[in-house]
């Protein structure tokens, strides 16, 4: 069975393009350490087209964390900008890139849109 990481990639390397992207060019590389090992999943995308690779390439973004947390991201459990500000995720390059990536990610799968989780937590 696939973990949710490999599922999210697969899927959207499946796809090939992605219309919430169709403004969006460059490389995102997503590090993910665990201990001294390091798994690297690497996004080009030209204005939509997405290809996926397991490269260490040079990328215009680089996103660090744990396999465990971008595990709870690609399911929808966590929130991606919400790990950076917390410390448990990092960045290099260009953030905007992060920014408009996020858009494909899954959302909380209990909310009805994207500013209900936020109104749970701060309650």
Not at 88 to 111: H, K, N, Y
């Amino acid at each position: 069975m696939l973990d949710a990481t490999t599922r999210f990639f697969e899927e959207i390397d499946r796809r090939g393009y992605e219309p919430r992207l169709a403004k969006t060019a460059g490389k995102l590389r997503l590090d993910l350490h665990e201990g001294p090992q390091t798994t690297h999943w690497l996004l080009h995308i030209d204005h939509g087209r997405i290809q996926v690779s397991q490269e260490d390439r040079e990328a215009d973004t680089v996103i660090g964390t744990s396999p465990a947390l971008f595990e709870d991201i690609a399911a929808g459990r966590e929130h991606g900008i919400a790990a950076i500000l917390r410390g448990d995720m990092t960045v290099a390059g260009d953030a905007r890139l992060l920014v408009q990536v996020e858009r494909i990610f899954p959302g909380d799968p209990e909310s009805r849109g994207p500013r209900r989780r936020f109104q749970r937590e701060v309650r």
